[in-house]
């Protein structure tokens, strides 16, 4: 599975963007999709998941401003980012993982920058 992010870019705060996530293969194949983000001298961490499809789940901090979502024609997984904050500065990277047997595949990152 080859994973292709995009859509990052500099923003005010306040501002939106949408990241992309396409992916080589059909995303309905894929059990959980997820977005990352790593901010400089910080570490990995999780910022949003869908599974199957359906069932979505996000961190504390983008509860409410963030939204993820697959479009199955496209074979990508979008998040939308609204309010976005300074804090939310970091790499995006998008993440497939398929559970039998157990694999994980990463996509290379997009840099999300918000200027206060």
């Known amino acids: 599975v080859q994973l292709q992010a995009s859509g990052g870019g500099l923003v005010q705060a306040g501002g939106s963007l949408r990241l992309s996530c396409a992916a080589s293969v059909s995303i309905s194949s894929i059990n959980s999709l997820a977005w990352y983000r790593q901010a400089p001298g910080n570490q990995r961490e999780l910022v949003a998941t869908i599974t199957n499809g359906a069932a979505t789940n996000y961190q504390p901090s983008a509860k409410g401003r963030f939204t993820i979502s697959g479009d199955n024609a496209r074979n990508t997984v979008y998040l939308q980012m609204n309010s976005l904050k300074p804090e939310d500065t970091a790499v995006y990277y998008c993440?497939?993982?398929?559970?039998?047997?157990?694999?994980?595949?990463w996509g290379k990152g997009t840099l999300v920058t918000v200027s206060s």
């Open positions: 993440n497939a993982k398929i559970w039998r047997p157990l694999r994980h595949y």
